[in-house]
């Protein structure tokens, strides 16, 4: 008589669907992803895999209880983690195995063996070419942007460079990569100071502003916004906190680099009076664009939509704020970019965040928020609260478009 193995089987089965969900929060945390998404997807997930399943997600740890009511097998897994960065490569891919999974094309050991090998790292050659390409590109797209000149545009490329480079460099070392932020923002003071007294006249702060943008926490604080707004209030505390400390770091950091350069008596040369010309706007535009799909590490295939919806929000937020306000531009601006990506994760089954992401990088307000510190630190109350109600304003505008759009037209998929 064969012995009757289908308890057995019964666990195994269990397990592997534990395993997946389990290994399935774990990519999407990693990815980026907020609190609000994450928890609706493994909700979605595990229900379609026949488990209860209850979930808490913080930037640092993720605690899920799966149960499943017909075996009665319950398990608590706690997953401590670092906060994740924007992947839209690794969000691709988690979600095309996900749908694989529930569609049956795969079943779960392949499906696990699949999320395993997207936890592989970068290539050295995409690392550093993120480091000497993606990061110069970012700020001297954004100097152009901010119409700087010729010498601002040159000098916030090579503080993009020192900063790509430092990154890379501390990239194994934690314990470095907590000060970056600091020396980053002394070292670009320096760099700024530098040129403009031995070689050419800059425009110190806008250079500061767009060296700095790889490291201003914008896009952190508009999540955090968008997260208390959806009660997530654990998690965008937290979220809030660790952009408001980065964002001290920076201000700090150039605080003190201001600080040498004036004990150096360095003095700036005079800025003479240079007229930008219009169009240096729109080639700096799809710098910037460009930039920030290689650091979001979308795919190639996927380069035209995420350079498309960044070159959308940015002339969205432009066109409105100038026959508006910058509160009302930039509600309506986060309205129809969420719009256009919950269509678009509607019509082609892909996740809305390919859109969304690089859609609002240029609406968020980072640099305000350092600005606003910056005058804090040096003691100017006033215009360091005045800038202060500003952030405010723009971040409730910001989440508040977000979630109408969410409202209105919701999208299929949680990503």
Known sequence: MRPDNSGSKAMTDWQTRAGFVTELARQLHEAG????????????????????????????????TLADPWNGHEVTRVLRMAPGD??????????EIAENVLSGQLDLTQGLAALAALRRPPSALRRWTEACVAFPMASMGVAGILRGTANDIATAALIGLTIGLMLELANRRPRIAQAIPTVSALLAALIAGVIAHFVAPLSTKLVLIAGL?????????????????SQHLVSGGARLVGALATSLKLA???????????????????????????????????????SFAMLFRARLRDWPIAVGAAIFGYLTLRFTSAA???EIGSFLAAFAVCLVSNLFARVYNRPGALVRVPGIILLVPGTVGFRSLSFLIEKDVFLGLDTAASLLLVLASLAAGLLVANTLLPSRKSL
Do not use: Y
């Open 213 to 229: 943008i790889v490291l201003v926490p914008g896009l952190t604080l508009t999540s955090a916004a968008v997260e208390i707004a």
């Open 252 to 290: 700090f950091g150039a605080l003190v680099g201001t600080a040498l350069v004036n004990a150096m008596h360095w003095e700036a040369l005079p800025v003479p009076l240079e007229r930008i010309p219009a169009w240096q706007e729109w080639p700096a535009l799809l710098v910037s664009a460009l």
């Open 324 to 326: 508006f306000s910058p």
């Open 33 to 64: 992803t907020t609190a609000p998404r994450l928890e609706q997807a493994l909700v979605s997930v595990g229900r379609k895999l026949g488990l209860n399943c209850d979930v808490w997600s913080s930037p640092t740890a993720v605690i899920l």
């Open 86 to 95: 924007i992947n839209l490569k690794r969000l691709c891919g988690v979600d």
